[in-house]
């Protein structure tokens, strides 16, 4: 909960940056922002190097007497390209698996990528449940017949998130690769998932965190609220 319309002047330099270094034209870089900047960023983005996405979505889909709510539909005619779901902060406001999965299916039905958040609380690491966790946040948000190639895991340990906590990077690449073969096994797909990493991401743990091979890309919290910690740790991941 985050941004007003001057914060467009964020999205501005961390779009003009990306449009000036050449090594960033092989990285995608997403931002997701309040609904009600979707349209505006959209629209306002000249020569776009970055993509627009959402936070967040109503599980019932299209129009209906839910006051207030926004569904996925609406999302993808603001202009949204990605959206985020199942982030532990929605989570711990009461979301259920069963909620977070109806809202992916009206996420795909509109074609949006979806980051589908995952990750265990500090008790279940203390607990050895990480992989129990993971495993039933999975399998108990996604079906077989999702287009999986629309769907991309963000691993965020909610211990981590917000504390500079961050994992071992041995321990990171043993979950990471856990949830690739786990989800690959259990829908049959070809090929392995993209998954991120997110949690107390910053310039000064990027080039440690980018040394775990395994990890496909990272979802960025609280750095991006400024344009130059952004940037800072695009820097630092090329050093």
Same mark, same amino acid.
């Given at each position: ?28 870089? *997403?931002?997701? *922002? ?40 609406? !999302? ?29 299916? /009206?996420?795909? /039905?509109?074609?949006?990528? *979806? ?17 129990? *966790? ?26 981590? !998130? ?78």
């Amino acid at each position: 909960m985050f941004g007003d319309f001057n914060s467009f002047k964020i999205i501005y330099k961390i779009n003009q940056y990306a449009k000036r270094h050449k090594k960033t034209k092989k990285t995608k870089i *997403v931002l997701c *922002v309040p609904n009600f900047l979707i349209d505006f960023f959209k629209k306002k983005l000249k020569q776009k190097a970055v993509s627009i996405g959402a936070q967040n979505c109503y599980h019932e889909e299209g129009y209906g007497p839910f006051t207030g709510a926004t569904s996925a539909a609406m !999302i993808k005619k603001m202009g949204a390209e990605y959206i985020i779901l199942g982030h532990s902060e929605n989570r711990a406001e009461g979301e259920t698996p069963q909620l977070i999965k109806k809202k992916i299916s /009206s996420a795909l /039905s509109q074609k949006l990528n *979806v980051i589908f958040c995952i990750g265990e609380k500090l008790k279940d690491k203390k607990n050895g449940k990480t992989f129990s *966790v993971i495993r039933n946040q999975i399998q108990t948000s996604m079906e077989k017949k999702f287009n999986k190639n629309k769907i991309i895991l963000a691993y965020e340990p909610v211990w981590s !998130i917000g504390t500079n906590r961050i994992p071992k990077n041995k321990d990171l690449r043993n979950v990471i690769k856990f949830i690739k073969k786990n989800f690959k096994k259990k829908f049959n797909t070809k090929k392995l998932p993209k998954v991120l990493y997110g949690g107390s991401v910053s310039k000064n743990n990027i080039q440690s965190l980018s040394s775990v091979k395994e990890i496909d890309g990272f979802l960025i919290g609280g750095a991006s609220q400024s344009d130059k910690k952004f940037i800072d740790i695009i820097i630092n991941y090329y050093k």
